[in-house]
């Protein structure tokens, strides 16, 4: 399970999209597309002081998804994955006719126009292919294919001659629901306390999890340059959400204390997050103390890894 935790910020990932992976629903089997992502670097990298980081080419994999089938929460990088869609699962022979310009005739800029619809390439690639005669024209699937176009060249006066070979071709075997699997969309901030109002969490370390992802997910809009909102005036189970993480946050030794001055900072309880901040006296927390001392809850973008000072153990 994914956790981008302040220590592990500096070594975390940014992504580029990937190919869509088919995963299986952990309830009833019902397929499922999800992107995936391919390792690129920070470059850009921001830090904000809930704990997001993102660049500007990263995207998001989604955490959680409702099946479409049983309608049951389930957590997509736990579901079975069925197949990678920009794979190739099989390969197969099949027969091709391959055509030879032999000799260009006396109408070479007739036949120099021919082999240039049939190549595709350029007027330069197609000259020095005709100065060295003889030189391939394509691969066809057909005969019929291949004797409209010997019929095109023998017209202007060349000569073409046959070949017959075996091209291996992609051969996709997969089952269509597959491949038309509906596509797992990133969740938001209603999908997650649905998440969490069904039981999806059965750990403390899943609760953990998804609660963040949930305080993410609603201050996501405000990262955009939405007017902010305090968590302390959102909807009640916002505020619930929030209160229980900060619990979960207490209770787990590693845990970084200055998100848990952050949730109470974004609750506008700005004494208890001061209390916790003075015990971190890392410069870079400096602007969430400066916050904290001017009652301003806003989320703040921190472009600059977090750790706790060494010297801030009680």
């Known amino acids: 399970m994914r956790k981008h935790t302040p220590e592990s910020l500096d070594s975390l990932p940014v992504m580029l999209p990937g190919p869509d992976i088919v995963l299986a629903c952990p309830h009833c089997g019902a397929p499922h597309r999800s992107p995936s992502l391919a390792t690129d670097n920070t470059f850009g990298a921001e830090r904000w002081s809930d704990g997001w980081f993102e660049t500007a080419m ?95 060249f023998e017209h202007q006066g060349a000569a073409v001659s046959s070949q017959e070979v075996a091209v291996k071709v992609p051969l996709d075997t997969r089952p269509a629901e597959w491949r038309q699997a509906p596509r797992i969309r990133l969740e938001d901030e209603a999908l997650l306390l649905d998440a969490l109002r069904e039981g999806l969490a059965r750990t403390l370390d899943e609760e953990r999890e998804l609660r963040r992802w949930t305080w993410w997910r609603g201050n996501d809009a405000f990262r955009g340059g939405d007017a902010w909102v305090p968590l302390s005036q959102r909807d009640y189970e916002v505020r619930e959400n929030a209160r229980a993480l900060m619990a979960l946050c207490s209770s787990e030794g590693t845990e970084p204390r200055w998100l ?31 916050a904290a001392r001017r009652r301003d809850s806003r989320l703040l973008p921190l472009p600059f890894p977090v750790r706790e000072s060494p010297a801030s153990e009680p």
Request: glycine share 4%; proline share 6%; charged share 40%.
């Open 58 to 152: 990263r995207a998001s994999l989604p955490t959680v998804a409702r099946c479409v089938g049983c309608r049951v929460f389930f957590w997509v990088e736990r579901a079975r994955r069925l197949c990678d869609l920009d794979s190739i699962s099989e390969w197969r022979e099949e027969p091709h006719t391959r055509l030879i310009l032999d000799h260009a005739g006396k109408r070479r800029v007739d036949v120099r126009h021919l082999l240039l619809q049939e190549l595709g390439t350029n007027l330069e690639d197609v000259r020095r292919r005709m100065d060295r005669l003889p030189t391939p024209i394509g691969q066809y699937r057909t005969r019929e294919e291949a004797r409209k176009v010997t019929l095109r």
């Open 260 to 290: 848990h001055a952050e949730l109470l900072r974004e609750l506008e309880r700005f004494e208890e997050a001061l209390v916790l901040l003075d015990r971190m006296p890392s410069p870079e927390l400096e602007p969430l103390r400066d």
